[in-house]
């Protein structure tokens, strides 16, 4: 059964700090990654999605990396800002029994202070 | 620009109660999914729906039946609710079953059960 660890739980650091989110998972047979924003009371809206192929992927301020074997991915965060305070979830895909599923992480929450 | 839009948003059930959560997306995709999310356990996979005219039980299925009433509309039921139900559900769409393209989350249904 496909586990998904985030560590840690909460994070804080001051505007302008670049900051690495870490997940990792126990089965390295997966589809893909993706990571989720969430904001309080909210939804979750997508940020990334890296193929099981891929070794990394970037939106903006946003860069995230894959390496299957180890069974971990980073989100890494340039030049935070108050707005990117938020809960950062990562996602794996794959397959189980008849179709495939999203497997998620508890999140990191995230505070950008001024 | 809907995207996956759920109703309600809030709902307050007595104990034995049913209702009937509604999620509609407008993006055309194949794939539906009704998930819930609890303080430290993550998002976990109710029910999801490959294609239209196809259902199948997620990880957490017990007390809830589906229906994919059409490419657009995956609804979820609560026949007799219980205090352990009390959760924010979430509905979600993707291209594929495969998830090998982006996922598209609701606003969520904050759901009490007292």
């Known amino acids: 059964k496909q586990e998904v660890t985030q560590i840690p739980a909460a994070l804080s650091v001051p505007e302008g700090e670049n900051l690495v989110l870490n997940c990792s998972f126990t089965?390295?047979?997966?589809?893909?990654l993706q990571w989720f924003r969430q904001d309080p009371g909210k939804g979750l809206t997508s940020l990334l999605l890296?193929?099981?192929?891929?070794r990394e992927q970037t939106s903006g301020r946003l860069n995230a990396s894959l390496d299957k074997s180890s069974g971990r991915s980073t989100l890494y965060i340039a030049a935070s800002q108050p707005g990117d305070s938020a809960t950062y979830l990562c996602?794996?895909?794959?397959?189980?029994?008849?179709?495939?599923?999203?497997?998620f992480g508890t999140g990191t929450r995230l505070q950008v202070t001024l | 620009n809907a995207g996956v839009t759920q109703t309600p948003k809030f709902q307050v059930l007595k104990t034995g109660q049913s209702m009937t959560l509604q999620c509609a997306q407008d993006m055309n995709h194949n794939s539906m999914y009704w998930y819930r999310q609890d303080p430290g356990m993550g998002l976990r996979l109710i029910y999801y729906s490959a294609s239209e005219g196809t259902t199948d039980k997620g990880e957490v299925p017990n007390g809830y039946n589906v229906s994919r009433l059409n490419k657009r509309e995956f609804s979820l039921r609560l026949e007799s609710a219980a205090p352990s139900q009390t959760s924010v559900y979430f509905c979600?769409?993707?291209?594929?079953?495969?998830?090998?393209?982006?996922?598209?989350f609701g606003q969520g249904t904050r759901l009490t059960v007292v």
């Open positions: 089965d390295s047979a997966i589809y893909n």
């Open positions: 996602a794996v895909g794959g397959y189980t029994g008849t179709a495939s599923k999203l497997t």
């Open positions: 890296i193929q099981s192929s891929q």
């Open positions: 979600a769409s993707s291209l594929y079953d495969a998830m090998d393209t982006e996922a598209f």
